[in-house]
């Protein structure tokens, strides 16, 4: 047996023969071996949905994507149970009152999530004949603002979320205060700090931080990259200024009493201690996203900034700073440039009335 076709102790052709004894104990399978739910049960109907379009083997998802995908589930499901409805019901009322639904109880980008997880679970089940209409027609996304705002109601104008650098500066300050454990204090209070100028310094996703190794670091002609995984376990490189790299040196000297990066270091670089044996786990995102909540209500700013704000002051902040929006959209990791490029056309609309005012349009002055 090939050794290349090994999963989890068994080989492919293992895989296949129980995936096809299970399609044809259940008659899944048409005269075509094509794939026909038209009489599974609710629960089949599903488990087939996230086995065959969600969770696909062998593609990699973060852990907010798959809380997101299970999330907009239940909200299915809840929706579907309050309502007395089963998948079967499911038609064009159910799909409009549903879409409905969904619009006015959720913010804009939360409910376009919501209603392309129906949509793809509809055009699933005409796929395989469940139903027997291609009902995700009937579905309407709602409109949603150009770029990265809060959601205010009955306001015209919204909130950026986002910081300008000297609130992102001073915020970060607050981080090691977080601390109140006398155990490992300079330790984690040194973790807190290095966790913020990484937030504001590089632009990478919490996610992606909390998932560094001590071996992501490495040097080039002298100078500090981070190589992360990002989306779809794509990788990327993002240069570490050098403000960052001073902390992230003191914090490895503090914690593991080394002076220099070790790039064969494949250990977790942010740590959680337990109990007094101090056993370390890597750190969580939700561990991080409450450090930076506590550190936002010490501060006494803004209670709705998370992790994600740091993101996105540092694309605004790089691109206000005239750096080329190709380095800033590599460096983000943004799988497509228009993403990028709608940080750039809010910064040169802010400084269009400065353009504006250096042209002279009288000769003498009156």
Do not use: C
Not at 292 to 320: D, Q
């Amino acid at each position: 047996m090939n050794n290349l076709e090994i999963i989890n102790g068994r080989s492919r052709s293992e895989e296949l023969t129980e995936l096809i004894h299970n399609l044809e104990n259940k008659n899944f399978l048409d005269e075509d071996r094509n794939l026909n739910l038209r009489e599974a049960s609710e629960r089949d109907f599903i488990e087939m949905f996230f086995f065959a379009r969600v969770f696909v083997k062998g593609k990699e998802f973060s852990h907010h994507t798959k809380r997101a995908y299970r999330a907009d589930a239940k909200t299915l499901l809840d929706y579907l149970a309050q309502n007395e409805l089963s998948f079967s019901d499911i038609g064009y009322p159910e799909v409009k009152a549903y879409n409905e639904y969904i619009s006015e109880k959720y913010a804009a980008k939360t409910a376009i999530r919501k209603l392309e997880f129906f949509r793809r679970l509809l055009d699933f089940g005409y796929d395989t004949k469940y139903y027997s209409a291609p009902l995700s027609r009937w579905i309407h996304k709602p409109s949603v603002k150009r770029g990265h705002y809060l959601n205010e109601e009955n306001k015209n104008r919204v909130q950026l979320r986002e910081l300008n650098q000297e609130d992102a500066e001073r915020l970060i300050e607050f981080f090691p205060r977080v601390v109140r454990t006398k155990h490992k204090q300079k330790h984690l209070q040194q973790r807190n700090l290095l966790l913020g100028y990484l937030l504001y310094t590089t632009g990478l996703r919490a996610s992606e931080i909390v998932n560094l190794n001590k071996g992501s670091f490495y040097y080039r002609r002298g100078e500090l990259w981070v190589d992360v995984i990002g989306k779809g376990g794509k990788h990327r490189e993002v240069p570490v200024r050098e403000e960052t790299e001073i902390e992230l040196l003191r914090y490895l000297q503090i914690w593991e009493g080394k002076t220099e990066i070790d790039s064969s270091d494949e250990t977790p670089l942010f740590y959680s201690l337990y109990n007094k044996e101090e056993t370390r786990q890597r750190i969580t995102y939700n561990h991080l996203y409450k450090i930076v909540k506590e550190a936002v209500r010490i501060a006494g700013v803004n209670e709705k900034i998370s992790p994600h704000w740091f993101r996105h002051t540092f694309v605004t902040t790089m691109l206000e700073n005239e750096v080329p929006l190709v380095d800033v959209k590599e460096w983000v990791g943004h799988s497509d440039i228009s993403t990028t490029n709608l940080y750039l056309e809010r910064v040169n609309k802010g400084k269009s009335y400065q353009r504006l005012k250096k042209v002279q349009l009288f000769e003498n002055n009156r």
